[in-house]
């Protein structure tokens, strides 16, 4: 099994893990409703995905 030469130091291990920071995700609005959600996805308050009704929503009652 291999086994490293030298030890890595802190200032090299830290520089390549740079990038493993977690970023934001991103969120787009319903052409339809407006309200916010993940790109890709249906609309969770209206049902729309591409301009067109994927899920029919129920109405809520009172």
Do not use: D, F, L
Not at 5 to 25: E, G, I, L, Q
Not at 35 to 50: F, K
Request: contains cysteine.
């Amino acid at each position: 099994m291999a086994v490293p030469r030298n030890r890595t130091s802190n200032a090299r291990k830290n520089s390549r893990r740079a990038h493993h920071a977690k970023k934001p995700k991103h969120i787009s609005a319903c052409s339809k409703c407006g309200s916010p959600h993940m790109p890709h996805t249906i609309c969770s308050s209206c049902g729309w995905y591409q301009n067109r009704v994927v899920v029919e929503m129920r109405e809520e009652s009172e």
